[in-house]
């Protein structure tokens, strides 16, 4: 009888956990991803081995997600230990996909922006300046506060708002800071902080939409006031 490939017999660069690592969790096949649940196999047999028995067992995915423990211990190779390690994954997963969809915001305008974003930002005793990245429908991607404190072109540097927007893939962003004396009337700091930023922007592709200045239960973009 021939002697079983074991995991280690495997180049590393090959390796289920190795792939994932490098490429992420969705290149590997179910048969991968199972075997590295169940963490090792047995003396005779390699762990894909072992999730590839797993798999059949139950004739795919469908019945292994309603697996019992005490089902997943009928199987050769599989004790209490990989049993719970499995239960516990499969839980997860289930837990997961029962999470509501949260609902996508959609900016079209700067009193869009200024309704998602006044309740969190007018009560703020410091300045904070605040992106917005959007895709291509102009849904909010991703929220990031890039700096707190006063605002002045030598603090908010483009690098760190477009690594960002390149980390995201976002198509635009949108750019926000408060004024704490809840006056959004922007100085001349912001004018020129602003100007810089949509420069920047044409440069990279990446379209600066706008910038509002939030205040109390008031607001001002600057898009409107001809400076984006």
Do not use: W
């Not at 904070?128 to 849904?139: D, E, G, Q, R, S």
């Not at 690098?159 to 980390?167: F, Q, W």
């Amino acid at each position: 009888m021939s002697k079983a490939m074991m995991i280690r017999d495997v180049p590393k660069s090959e390796r289920p956990r190795e792939r994932l690592l490098r490429a992420g969790a969705s290149v590997l096949s179910n048969q991968e991803l199972i075997a590295l649940m169940l963490g090792s196999g047995t003396k005779s047999e390699s762990v894909l081995e072992l999730s590839g028995r797993v798999i059949r067992h139950f004739d795919g995915l469908r019945l292994l997600k309603e697996a019992t423990a005490v089902e997943l211990m009928e199987i050769r190779g599989i004790g209490e230990a990989k049993a719970v390690q499995l239960c516990a994954a499969l839980e997860i997963g289930r837990r997961i996909k029962q999470f509501p969809v949260e609902e996508t915001h959609i900016v079209r305008s700067p009193q869009d922006v200024a309704d998602y974003m006044m309740e969190e930002m007018r009560h703020l005793k410091q300045e904070h300046f605040i992106a917005l990245y959007l895709n291509t429908k102009n849904a909010v991607l991703h929220k990031k506060t890039l700096f707190i404190g006063s605002l002045n072109a030598s603090i908010v540097h483009p690098r760190e708002l477009y690594k960002e927007a390149l980390r995201y893939s976002a198509a635009s962003f949108i750019c926000l800071h408060n004024h704490p004396s809840g006056n959004p009337e922007p100085s001349q700091e912001d004018i020129d902080v602003t100007k810089r930023l949509t420069e920047t922007g044409k440069m990279l592709g990446i379209e600066m939409l706008d910038h509002v200045i939030i205040g109390d239960r008031r607001f001002c973009s600057m898009k409107e006031k001809g400076f984006v």
